[in-house]
């Protein structure tokens, strides 16, 4: 079943993690899937980790649908623009899916520390990576969907409420996102074009496993360090979220709302990759959080 066959999606920020996640889960769904960011071959990020767009490109295919690396900086304003261009001439101005993932502000983020012993440039570079980034690939993604009345902006995020999250300006990034997909969902349903917040629970991303020592085949071993570690989730489970809103034909009923990994689990009954449901609503609740 290819419930996303002959859509076209971007996936800004597909270089690791949940974007990796989501755009091998678009691929699986049929979807032509844009997989952008900074860390291409010969020409890797600040973040200087070893993904690229190409290796997430060669997995979108390799799951069945098509996909096409395309090195942006989503800070800057020139490759953005010239990316939707891109996009219109070789799609037709066909543009189903946006997904605005891009962060790469971990090695920002001082936890334990007020706002005004944190670094001010370091904070607010932090929202120029994970905020502005989102407004400015939106504000030239959007034009395409409004012309054709169909599409989806995702934003995602840490968290599906405004409370603090231990950092001024990682609250504030994380806070944004929701808000950007509120308040840019009331400007789009006119046009028939949806905008939602997506958190996942605890990721089980690339750089997690590298924090914690272990791999994807002995990852619980983790737990001996956290706990909570065992009840993370892949990227893949964030990935089936997106496919299931995406494919959902009453999706503008959402519109404007934040949503879960595991809410949507609830919904549409995905599982993650090894056939589980982690639920980090319900094991936090347990826990206190």
Not at 58 to 68: D, F, M, P, Y
Not at 140 to 161: F, Q
Request: some cysteine.
């Amino acid at each position: 079943m290819k419930p996303l066959r002959n859509q076209v999606a971007v996936v800004a920020g597909a270089t690791r993690g949940a974007g990796r996640g989501i755009a091998a889960m678009l691929g699986e769904a049929g979807a032509t899937v844009y997989c952008t960011g900074r860390s291409a071959r010969g020409q890797l990020s600040s973040m200087g980790r070893s993904e690229t767009i190409e290796d997430t490109a060669e997995l979108v295919t390799a799951n069945g649908g098509k996909g096409i690396p395309v090195r942006v900086d989503h800070t800057v304003e020139k490759d953005v623009k010239a990316l939707f261009e891109r996009i219109k001439e070789e799609q037709n101005g066909q543009l189903d899916i946006l997904v605005n993932d891009v962060w790469g502000a971990d090695p920002l983020t001082e936890w334990g520390k007020g706002f005004w012993e944190h670094s001010l440039a370091n904070g607010l570079l932090m929202q120029q990576q994970a905020v502005h980034s989102h407004m400015m690939t939106s504000y030239y993604g959007a034009p395409l969907m409004v012309a054709r009345r169909h599409g989806l902006i995702i934003e995602i995020t840490d968290g599906m409420d405004y409370r603090y999250r231990g950092n001024v300006y990682y609250s504030l990034a994380k806070v944004s996102a929701i808000h950007l997909a509120a308040a840019m969902a009331e400007d789009l349903r006119p046009h028939g074009v949806a905008a939602v917040a997506v958190t996942p629970g605890f990721l089980r991303s690339e750089a997690m496993l590298d924090q914690f020592g272990v791999s994807e085949q002995n990852w619980r071993e983790a737990g001996r360090q956290d706990p909570h570690f065992l009840m993370s989730e892949t990227p893949t489970y964030i990935g089936k979220a997106i496919v299931a809103l995406a494919a959902d034909p009453e999706r503008m009923d959402k519109s404007g709302k934040s949503y879960s990994t595991w809410g949507l689990s609830d919904e549409y009954g995905f599982t993650d990759a090894d056939g589980s449901r982690p639920h980090w609503g319900k094991y936090a609740a347990e826990q206190g959080f």
